[in-house]
């Protein structure tokens, strides 16, 4: 099985719905992500958490909202979906013990279209 | 801020070849991680290799080994016996303050 899983894997909404992206980790890492892929710009961070209690914004969360319901699930919420809102979204996990926190290990990506 | 630059949108090496693709970085700091991930058409992002700024040497694994020069700050990733499995396309990207930046990606295509 998976050690980080993202649902659904694709969707397809209509301009102004909200939406709920979800992720689950198996790690046992405490630290969480959420990216943005559009083509040739790279990923770019929405949201972080370093554990439950703590959320941090990213380089483009307007738009965006997070919930950390566990250790192991970070939910990445679209209140009002618009079209330039359309990418594929990567959940991302890492440990944060010195040595390992730089590394992050992704999950499959959820493919959003909004219409 | 940090900027990570990937120069070669596209590169194309013949199998069993060896192909080399750049990455420059900019930063003011001097403790910091640099990552080679690789995105296949199924679009997982796979870690290939990671690379310690305080280390010396080059990190190496398998086919994949890197040529990390902190004072250019340059970080090329080189491939050899190139396979049809390394079709992908490849990002370069720069950990430091906690965050990870990402390069805009170099395709690499194998001609069989």
């Known amino acids: 099985d998976a050690d980080v899983t993202q649902t659904p894997r694709n969707r397809i909404t209509k301009t102004g719905k909200r939406i709920m992206l979800e992720c689950s980790q198996t790690?046992?890492?405490?630290?969480m992500y959420w990216y943005r892929q559009d083509p040739g710009l790279g990923l770019r961070l929405i949201y972080y958490?370093?554990?439950?209690?703590?959320?941090n914004k990213g380089e483009i969360s307007d738009g965006y909202s997070v919930s950390r319901q566990a250790q192991a699930k970070f939910s990445l919420s679209l209140e009002s979906a618009i079209p330039n809102q359309t990418a594929l979204y990567f959940c991302?996990?890492?440990?944060?013990?010195?040595?390992?926190?730089?590394?992050?290990?992704f999950g499959p990506g959820t493919r959003l279209l909004v219409l | 801020a940090q900027t990570v630059t990937q120069s070669q949108p596209e590169m194309s090496v013949q199998e069993a070849e060896t192909v080399t693709l750049s990455c420059t970085y900019d930063?003011?700091?001097?403790?910091?991680?640099l990552f080679w991930y690789k995105q296949p058409p199924s679009r997982q992002m796979i870690l290939v290799i990671r690379?310690?700024?305080?280390?010396?040497q080059n990190a190496t694994e398998n086919r994949f080994s890197v040529n990390f020069q902190k004072a250019a700050k340059s970080f090329s990733l080189k491939i050899s016996d190139s396979q049809l499995g390394d079709a992908a396309m490849y990002f370069c990207?720069?950990?430091?303050?906690?965050?990870?930046?990402f390069g805009t990606g170099t395709r690499l295509t194998i001609i069989p």
């Open positions: 690379q310690e700024a305080y280390k010396q």
């Open positions: 958490s370093f554990d439950v209690k703590d959320i």
């Open positions: 790690k046992g890492h405490d630290r």
């Open positions: 991302a996990t890492s440990d944060p013990r010195k040595g390992q926190q730089e590394t992050q290990y």
């Open positions: 990207a720069y950990h430091g303050n906690e965050k990870l930046t």
């Open positions: 930063t003011s700091e001097s403790d910091y991680y």
